[in-house]
């Protein structure tokens, strides 16, 4: 019974949490709208996620968000001093093919919106078979330092969360 009301129960806690932030107003009547709506979604979307994915470890979980934050941030530093400072002629934007690890969808997509909410670089695409990322890079002047920092920082973080 409970498993229907609440086919996934992080996504309703998220969802909520979502409104909140939305409105950025706390009331009783966001809360409540908050509420139906972390109820009602997931139960709508439910049919199309027919396997959960399986989240290992809380304490790895805060570990990759604290991570992704502090790089936020460094990289805003970064793209601040690039489109301040650096002439067009001396930046060096690349594409970057990081081939992945990773096999859940889910992780996959935490990955790629990782890159994109990460000012300087984008991820644009992923080949067929899903093995195979494609991020550009603001400032790449050793494209492969950036994909062995994309690969340890984020894909072997998310191996352990999500596989």
């Not at 994109?116 to 991820?123: A, C, F």
């Amino acid at each position: 019974m409970i498993r229907k009301l609440l086919p996934h129960p992080l996504l309703t806690l998220l969802l909520i949490v979502a409104w909140q932030m939305l409105v950025n107003k706390l009331t009783l009547g966001n809360l409540v709208l908050g509420a139906i709506l972390g109820l009602v979604i997931p139960i709508l979307t439910a049919p199309y996620w027919p396997n959960r994915p399986r989240l290992r470890s809380l304490p790895r979980i805060v570990e990759y968000i604290l991570v992704v934050l502090w790089d936020i941030v460094i990289a805003n530093i970064q793209v601040a001093g690039i489109i301040l400072f650096k002439r067009n002629a001396s930046t060096r934007p690349a594409w970057i093919n990081v081939p992945l690890r990773l096999h859940t969808p889910e992780a996959i997509t935490v990955l790629a919106g990782t890159i994109t909410m990460t000012p300087g670089t984008i991820s644009s695409d992923l080949s067929a078979d899903g093995h195979t990322l494609l991020v550009h890079c603001l400032h790449a002047p050793d494209p492969d330092a950036i994909r062995d920092q994309i690969k340890s920082r984020y894909e072997r973080r998310l191996m352990e969360i999500f596989e």
